[in-house]
């Protein structure tokens, strides 16, 4: 047991009793906490956070605020959930003050301590509300346009960023500008990005960079936190402020989960510090340098080519009289020996033609010789063979006398033995019988 | 978009988006001699003010606070004045 503490002399001059342990005035206060009444209170949970052995929680209205804790055990058995108790949603706590008082190696902790099972959701938060109706009559104003309407450059030369001083995304910033290669300007303007001091200096962080002139974009970044944390990024004026600024508004606030007001009027709403800087710069400029060197040689190879091409084409121009020349010479030589050829066939076949008509003429000739050197001789034959014509003898008077075989008699001794012999005439022939003597001459 | 004075005001982003169409219509085999030369000419223009462009954004980070800037254009502004 430890030795009881010397009581040391009070401060001089002063009239407030005391000076008391510590340890027994804190047993006090929460002896004398406890004995307050029980009360049910109500009000929005904001920063709901559970561990082992309690559950913490904000209990906030627009008046003020109380940390508030429940055993989770008595937490657990409400069945309600994290999701139930998110941000904003209004419940009524029953219960009373306590105050842990420490010790000499523990903190105290004052908190309203949440009676078991004194707990009822009682609707959606009022500043949730209050953020939709806000966003509805945002949006109704067009006000989520203007932003989205700017022309961002893909190659911006000078940066505006406008982030905690301390805060883990400013180095993220620094990582997605490294990552896209980029070394240009970069404008820090620092400004709170939690309390409710925070809304108008970012607000006036931002008017200040865009009146500068020298900006080409600015990026509003903020890591994660309690929706209770990023609350000033969906003040009215900082989103009315954003909407018509002339420069456009990159914004990164909270997780990809979070969705405040900024995120909707700016032109472009990224889910880290990171991913916004990289948006900033849409073109990764070592990727970029590449493409503008691969540039530069393609048009010299096309300048290359189109002048070889052009130094062809004058040649081969230059050339094209002589070559038109030349064909029409070598057309000329061709037309001539064709012309000669065609003369030398027609000769050939004229002279063939007429060979052969003189072959025809001295065939003719020959046969109109022969035909006169034997007409005579035919002539003297055809008389002889007509003068031994019978029909000549007859016409002269003669008969024929032949049996009727057909035979010719030639004596009256054969006449008398065929007995019917026919006589033939000049004119026609008669049959006759012989008979009577022997009429001998 | 040919002359020189509008090149110097082109972004960036117009400038190569020009030189990817250039690129493409030579590539293509369809521009004239005329028309090649001209290209190939309004090109190397563009490609001076991309690697310019690049250029100023490659030298080295330079992180200001805004204090810092507003001072530097306020003196600008006067040696200017004067």
Known sequence: ?441 | MTEPENQLALSYEAASARLEEIITRLDSGQAGLRETLELCKEGRTLVELCAAELEAVGRGLEELHLEDLVARLEAGAGAQGA
């Open chain 1, 1 to 441: 047991m430890p030795a009881p503490q010397l009581r040391p002399l009070g401060i001089d001059g002063s009239s407030l009793p005391g000076p008391y342990p510590v340890g027994r005035y804190a047993d006090g206060l929460r002896d004398f906490l406890r004995e307050r009444p029980r009360v049910q209170l109500f009000g929005e949970v904001w920063n709901l956070r559970l561990s082992r052995a309690k559950v913490y929680l904000e209990l906030r209205d627009s008046d003020g605020a109380l940390p508030c804790f429940m055993w989770r055990n008595d937490f657990d058995a409400l069945g309600l959930g994290e999701r139930t108790l998110a941000d904003g949603a209004q419940v009524v706590i029953g219960g009373g003050l306590d105050y842990y008082a420490g010790s000499r190696t523990s903190s105290p902790s004052f908190s309203f301590a949440i009676a078991a099972g004194a707990l009822r959701v009682a609707g959606e938060g009022d500043l949730l509300a209050q953020l939709d109706r806000l966003r509805k009559t945002l949006d109704a104003e067009g006000l989520f346009a203007p932003q989205k309407l700017l022309a961002r450059p893909a190659l911006p030369r000078t940066i505006g960023v406008v982030t905690g001083e301390s805060g883990k995304a400013r180095d993220d910033v620094l990582a997605g500008l490294h990552r896209r290669g980029w070394h240009g300007r970069l404008v820090w303007a620092f400004a709170p990005v939690q309390d409710r001091h925070a809304a108008p200096r970012i607000a006036a962080a931002l008017q200040d960079l865009a009146a500068t002139g020298a900006v080409d974009v600015i990026v509003v970044a903020r890591g994660g936190g309690s929706l209770a944390d990023l609350f000033c990024f969906c003040d009215e004026t900082l989103c009315r402020t954003v909407a018509l600024l002339g420069v456009p508004v990159i914004a990164s606030v909270g997780h990809h989960t979070d969705r405040t007001l900024i995120d909707d009027v700016a032109a472009l709403s990224c889910s880290t510090p990171t991913h916004a800087a990289e948006s900033a710069v849409p073109v990764h400029c070592l990727r970029a340098r590449e493409d503008v060197i691969a540039f530069a040689r393609r048009l010299s190879v096309h300048g290359r080519r189109a002048l070889l091409h052009r130094a062809q084409t004058l040649a081969r121009l230059s050339r094209a009289p002589g070559e038109h020349v030349a064909g029409e010479r070598r057309r000329l030589h061709q037309r001539l020996r064709e012309i000669r050829a065609a003369g030398r066939r027609r000769v050939h076949d004229e002279r063939a033609r007429g060979a052969s008509k003189a072959l025809v003429l001295e065939r003719k000739a020959r046969a109109a010789a022969f035909d006169a050197h034997r007409a005579p001789r035919l002539n003297a034959l055809a008389l002889a063979l007509a003068a031994h014509d019978p029909d000549r003898t007859l016409e002269r008077g003669y008969a024929l006398v032949t049996d009727r075989g057909g035979e010719v008699v030639t004596s009256a001794a054969a006449a008398r033995e065929a007995g019917d012999v026919r006589l033939r005439f000049r004119d026609a022939a008669v049959d006759a019988t012989i008979g009577g003597d022997d009429d001998r001459a």
